[in-house]
């Protein structure tokens, strides 16, 4: 079991409506705009800085000497108000890449001069277009603002989905497929040059901005690893219903119901097309997006606010679980019904309808924790009507025993009988025909459940069964930039080297995060374990194909399980056993993310590397010649104690 | 001025002999073995570890519980032998990649046996082949070891200068040369991405194999970048020469000499081909070669002992120097005489031949230090017999002035005019007509010659001179794990963030170092500056093409000038000032090295920022996808204070 344990400082935010805003060109009255877009439902306006034909000249020209205040005054607005309503937009006459030395020049100058007025107002956010891929000046000059300001204003970097001269091409209109693929200018590329060169800063954020024609799906899902504050959505874009009101079409509705899902806000831009239901009309709608989405599924509303936590394994073996623990995991509604179905199957084999009455059989169920496998092999039994002669429950933490004694008194009686030991130590008076245990992490094998199996296999039956009977872990490489910052962020513990935040696994609800492949198999652990000579020592390589420009930031593992036959649990997204949410996946990052471009190849190699006293993985990732270090050698940063 | 400043602690290293080690295949007594090498002149020995016909089974297989001592008694020889003598071989048997479990186990198991072995000899490196790129997993295992181990031991691991598939392949020899490289095995390659699994760990050093066949230059030149610490010639590359003695052939000859630039030593394998002379005609050929290498050039001489020795540009701005600093680059034999060439062409076409009875001059010298301008300027002007009025000799560092001062008294008189003064605010009682300064850094303006000679330029004629007239630094990329990992050694000063190291420029002597691309010129400044409005901030791209596959660890930084009109001084490779030692080359550094493909494109994004209290350079590097984050943003690790 690996998942997240409910800790009292994250709590889930949820918003009773989307947050919107509405965008002014220019804004002769701001108190008015304010008013008026407050009166119509929005939550905050977006603002030009200053008078976008108030053009300064630094280094020479007409305007050089030009003497006035450069925008209205601070006096306008109380300090609250600029807080909490008004997202400033740099000047559009910015070129900070252009070739001409003046024209840049005074660029650099008036952008600067605008970001110094930003902040001195204290506005949440300023917003910046970003046009082509020509603009590594102008992420210098950001870089600077984001390295050394104290104050934690945000950038937001405006992106079309689809480049503009993509749009109405004629050129591509005329070209066959694939010459287009090759012409498609790939905005992503842009927004990604422009934050690598500016480190992935936590302050830069992406507004999007929707346009008539979308990307291909695996282009857009790609956003949903990015940090998506803002979608901009043009009023032209609406169509009207046969009542007259603003909507969108299905695609673009589909679209800003994902980046809902990144608490993203809408910006909505340009005149009022629908003057007779009046600008409120687009908020509406926005709005009845926003109460409209799917019903949270089981597992995410439990998931809801713990999304991209990064969380360190269990390590049960060598700690005692919580008594919040267990409630946690026991209240799993899928987990134990399917170790019912398992232990009903073994039992179905091990004891053939004819001989129900004359055979008996034993079952031990190491790992007992609080009962809930004891209840589950005791309701099997019931169920199929075979006889246990006795169960063992096996349990380490004498925390935990206490409850199995007290379960034993007052319910189970001299059937089952309590055994306060490690597994791997215990001294069995009898040999068992069923070991139940569920020692199972996100990636499998990470709670050790092969080296533990491995010691209670002892006491099992020649032919007896061991559930579960394999498990398998899987791993694909993601992009997330949320996951590596917040990796990146992450202090070594004292004694550790400084890159061993980036050298060890970490249980997370993913969510601003992509696959960038389907997972493939890693390892498999099959019990009993017959080898003469036990190695759980693995070795894997991986390929993984990527069809579009992207970034490798890690990857994320997960595991299935045969517990008996075809009774099976499984966290890998395309068989995920519906409901049940007793383990998160797991993420590898890596050190340097890795840039792959589009039909690329990335190698995978991980490690699990077992001493006597302790197991930990080791991995590293190849594309091209971009190769990583082998990650964590010789455990230096994580290892799993036995 | 930029160069190494002699600090007791680095000693010059001059060795009077080739080290010269000998191979052995297979050892019956080692004793014997090393006291015949001895004789024959050799200063260490390589064994293998293990009899090669000793192949251990750890998993199964008929061996596995085979009883006996795994190799010869460590008591054979003393442990000061043992440390100083013998360089420990691998068993050729190891598959540490093969596809086969049993195998890849039992060549793991060994491995780890046999450097557990060498480690408790205590040997100063084991010898180790790498055969193909399918090393990942051999990666791993050495890995470990070199992440864990406190003994400092070294793995050499042998590389074949050529593969041996290309050494007489059938195919290749009928294919056309296009192809040919195609099929080509880079070597260097597999290196390169065993040791990028490895971290570029220091304790890896390559042994280099000489081959029948070399490849192209380009192909070798690489190696000069890595850390060849033997090289390994085969008794059967040797020819007879007409004396019967072995001799190499001359590019194998001319090989063997780069690599002894790189310290590295030479092992000589294989069977004794011209046993009339005796095994040790080899060693004595090899230190031949090692004799016979070209004497050092001025230059070298002066750098010997200070190669790849990482120092912090001077700040003469802000620091004063010191006498020992002032002697060293005094002693500079091209430099004064550049600048008396050039002071002798300013007067020369400023006081025509006809005027030079009644015309005289006014020269100011800014930044005199101990006087070797001043000395120059008279020489030019006493040599060319136009009349000096006054020399002023402005100074800021008051022990300097002390020296000038006594210069004066002794040797100059009233004609020079001492001023201790920092010449930007130097209120000067005249103008003058030539403005003379040495104020250039390894980048040209990295010692803020732009700003001091702006401050300057105020007391300088209308029409009136200044020496040097312009300046212009020149980059390139550079592949160096040497450097890489000298800057990786280096700890963040205090309250600096924890990247500083490598967010800032290095004066370095390059030697274990290959430039990737000719250089190009960055940026320029030209005195004196009319321009309306000063602006020294300064932004360039670069890009620059790579034939080979490389990495690039950073960028080489040089400069040029012209003292006036065309008396020059240059750093740059293919125009350097002969015997000019006064500037060593500057080393910008890159977080993450970026893995370049053959016939691909690195651009270099470099800004020089300047605020009223400082100046500092940012910079970038984007290849393909690969983009760095900027580095230095707004010189939070290091300015140059004005």
Request: hydrophobic share 35%.
């Amino acid at each position: 079991m690996d998942t997240f344990l409910s800790e009292g400082e994250i709590m889930p935010r949820v918003n009773a409506r989307a947050s919107c805003g509405r965008d002014f060109h220019c804004c002769p009255d701001i108190s008015i705009a304010i008013e008026t877009a407050c009166r119509a439902g929005y939550d905050f306006v977006c603002l030009p800085l200053v008078n976008p034909r108030f053009k300064r000249e630094f280094m020479s020209g007409p305007a050089k000497d030009r003497k006035c205040a450069l925008t209205r005054s601070d006096m306008c607005l109380s300090s609250q108000d600029w807080n909490s309503l008004v997202v400033g937009k740099t000047s559009p006459w910015f070129q900070l890449d252009s070739k001409h030395y003046h024209t840049r020049k005074n660029s650099e100058l008036a952008l600067k001069e605008e970001l110094t007025w930003s902040a001195h107002l204290g506005l949440p956010a300023v917003l910046m277009p970003l046009r082509s891929r020509n603009c590594v000046n102008l992420a210098q000059c950001i870089s600077e603002q984001v390295t050394t300001s104290y104050y934690q204003q945000q950038y937001w970097i405006q992106v079309p989905l689809v480049s503009p001269a993509d749009m109405c091409d004629p050129v591509i209109e005329g070209m066959d497929t694939d010459m287009v693929d090759d012409k498609y200018e790939d905005t992503w590329a842009w927004w990604n040059l422009f934050r690598s060169l500016c480190d992935s800063n936590k302050r830069l954020g992406v507004a999007l901005e929707l346009t008539a024609d979308l990307p291909s799906n695996e282009v857009m899902e790609r956003w949903l690893s990015e940090p998506v504050k803002a979608v901009i959505v043009s009023t032209s874009l609406f169509l009207t219903n046969h009542k007259g009101y603003p909507v969108l079409a299905r695609p673009h509705q589909a679209f800003i119901k994902q980046m809902f899902k990144l608490e993203a806000q809408v910006i909505i831009t340009g005149q009022d097309r629908h003057p007779e239901k009046t600008i409120r009309a687009y908020q509406q709608y926005i709005d009845h997006l926003w109460q409209t989405q799917d019903p949270l599924d089981t597992v995410s509303q439990f998931a809801k606010g713990y999304e991209d936590f990064l969380q360190s394994p269990l390590q049960p073996l060598m700690d005692n679980l919580e008594s919040q623990t267990y409630e946690i995991f026991e209240k799993d509604p899928i987990k134990y019904s399917q170790y019912q179905k398992a232990v009903y199957e073994a039992l179905k084999d091990r004891v053939p309808l004819e001989k129900r009455d004359e055979q008996d059989v034993v079952i031990m169920v190491v790992g007992a924790g609080r009962g809930p496998l004891v209840r589950a092999s005791l309701a099997a039994a019931q169920e199929i009507g075979v006889r246990i002669r006795k169960l063992y429950a096996v349990e380490k933490n004498p925390n935990a025993v206490i409850t199995l004694e007290n379960m034993k008194d007052e319910e189970w009686g001299d059937l089952v009988e309590v055994i306060s030991c490690d597994m791997r130590e215990w001294e069995a008076p009898e040999k068992t025909d069923i070991l139940v245990s569920e020692l199972l992490g996100s990636f499998g094998d990470n709670e050790l459940s092969p080296e533990c199996l491995d010691g209670a296999q002892r006491y099992l039956k020649e032919d007896g069964i061991s559930i579960p009977e394999k498990y398998t872990s899987y791993l694909a490489p993601v992009m997330s930039s949320k996951l590596y910052n917040e990796v990146r962020a992450s202090k070594a513990e004292r004694g550790k080297p400084p890159e061993a935040p980036f050298e060890m696994p970490y249980v997370v609800r993913l969510h601003n995060c992509a696959n960038l492949d389907k997972p493939q198999p890693v390892f498999t652990f099959v019990h009993p374990n017959k080898d003469v000579v036990i190695d759980n020592c693995r070795f894997k390589s991986l390929e993984f194909n990527v069809s579009h420009d992207a970034i490798v930031h890690g990857f994320a593992g997960y595991f299935d399980s045969n517990l008996y036959k075809d009774v099976t649990l499984s966290i890998v997204p395309d068989t995920h056993s519906p409901g049940m949410f007793s383990w998160f996946p797991i993420f590898f990052p890596i050190r340097v993310p890795i840039m792959m471009s589009k039909n690329s190849t990335v190698t995978v190699d991980i490690w699990r590397r077992c001493t006597p006293k302790n197991v930990w993985y080791e991995w590293a990732f190849r594309c091209g010649g971009q190769v990583s270090p082998i990650h964590n050698p010789k455990g230096r940063s994580y290892t799993i104690g036995l």
